[in-house]
């Protein structure tokens, strides 16, 4: 075993992800790749909701008013 393969095998093994099958040992490896992403999500997330809930108001204003959206 190289020693690439060693390291795997020592990662697998203390954090205990060697009775998981492959595909949910490659979907916990990813998670700390996506962690940094979170901070950014959030400080989006205000703009995208204020744009979408605009949007829709807009949408349940017309229907409540009987007319049809442009």
Not at 12 to 34: A, H, K, Q
Not at 40 to 46: A, D, V
Request: with cysteine; charged share 15%; net charge positive.
């Amino acid at each position: 075993m190289n020693w690439i393969g060693r390291k795997i095998h020592l990662y697998n093994v203390t954090i205990g992800l060697y009775m998981l099958d492959w595909w949910e040992r490659y979907l916990f490896s990813i998670l700390p790749l996506l962690a940094p992403l979170v901070p950014l999500l959030i400080s989006l997330y205000p703009q995208i909701c204020d744009r979408n809930l605009k949007t829709i108001l807009q949408g349940g204003n017309y229907l409540v008013q009987g007319r049809k959206l442009p």
